[in-house]
C-alpha cells in the first residue's frame, strides 16, 4: 500500500488538479458569455423583459434568413439582360450557397446547442440549425453587406444603412436568444473571410463559361 500510495499521478489527472492558465482563461470566457448572451435575451419569449419587441426582431429575423436571399437573387439573375448584372447576381449566389455550406458544416463540427432560453420558432430550419455556433445570419449578413458595398454604387445613406442591418441582424440574434454572443462575433468574422474567398474565385465568362452559357 505505501508503494501505491508514493506511485505517481497519471499525467491527464495531474492535467486535471492542474490546470493551465489558457483552460481557465477559456472556462472564463465561455462563462462569461453565456451569463452575458443570457442577460441580453431580453425578447427571447413573449414574457421576456422586451417581448412586445419580439415580432419586430423575428421581421429582421427573416431579413437575414437565407431562402429570401437565395430567391431573391436567382429571380433577379433570371430577369436580367445585362450581361454585368448577370455576373455579380452570378456571384452573389455562389457567396450564398458557400455560405450555406460552410455554416452548416462548422455547426455540424461544433455542435454547439442553442442557449437554453432560445423558443424554436425559427423561420425554415434544417437538421443543423439545432446548433448555435455560428450565427448563420450574422455570417450572411457581414458577407452580403461587403459584397453590395463592392459591387454596386449606393449613396452614402444607403451604405450606412447597410451597415446598421448588419448590426441590428448580429444583435437580434442574441436579444431573441437564438445565439449566445461568441456565435454571432465568429459569424461575423466568417462572413467577411468568405467575402474575401469568393473575390478570390470570381465567376466570370472567362473562368467559368459553362455557367454562363446556361444564362
Not at 134 to 160: E, W
Amino acid at each position: 500500500s505505501s508503494s501505491s500510495a508514493a506511485a505517481p499521478m497519471p499525467e491527464e489527472d495531474c492535467m486535471k488538479l492542474n490546470p493551465s492558465f489558457l483552460g481557465i482563461a477559456l472556462s472564463s470566457l465561455l462563462a462569461i458569455d453565456l451569463w452575458a448572451s443570457k442577460r441580453l435575451g431580453v425578447c427571447a419569449g413573449e414574457g421576456s423583459t422586451w417581448g412586445s419587441a419580439r415580432p419586430l426582431m423575428k421581421v429582421i429575423e427573416i431579413s437575414g434568413h437565407g431562402i429570401p436571399w437565395l430567391l431573391g437573387t436567382f429571380y433577379g439573375l433570371c430577369q436580367s439582360d445585362s450581361s454585368a448584372a448577370r455576373e455579380v447576381l452570378l456571384n452573389l449566389l455562389f457567396a450564398l450557397l458557400l455560405d450555406l455550406v460552410m455554416v452548416a458544416l462548422v455547426k455540424g463540427i461544433v455542435k454547439r446547442p442553442r442557449p437554453t432560453h432560445n423558443k424554436m420558432d425559427m423561420f425554415v430550419t434544417i437538421s443543423v440549425d439545432k446548433y448555435s455556433f455560428p450565427s448563420g445570419h450574422a455570417t450572411r449578413a457581414a458577407l452580403v453587406c461587403r459584397f453590395i458595398l463592392r459591387h454596386l454604387v449606393l449613396a452614402v445613406p444607403l451604405r450606412v444603412l447597410m451597415v446598421l442591418w448588419v448590426l441590428i441582424v448580429s444583435v437580434s440574434r442574441v436579444m431573441l436568444g437564438r445565439h449566445n454572443m461568441t456565435d454571432v462575433l465568429f459569424g461575423l468574422l466568417l462572413g467577411y473571410v468568405l467575402y474575401s474567398v469568393v473575390e478570390y474565385c470570381w465567376l466570370s465568362p472567362l473562368s467559368a463559361p459553362a455557367l454562363f452559357a446556361l444564362w
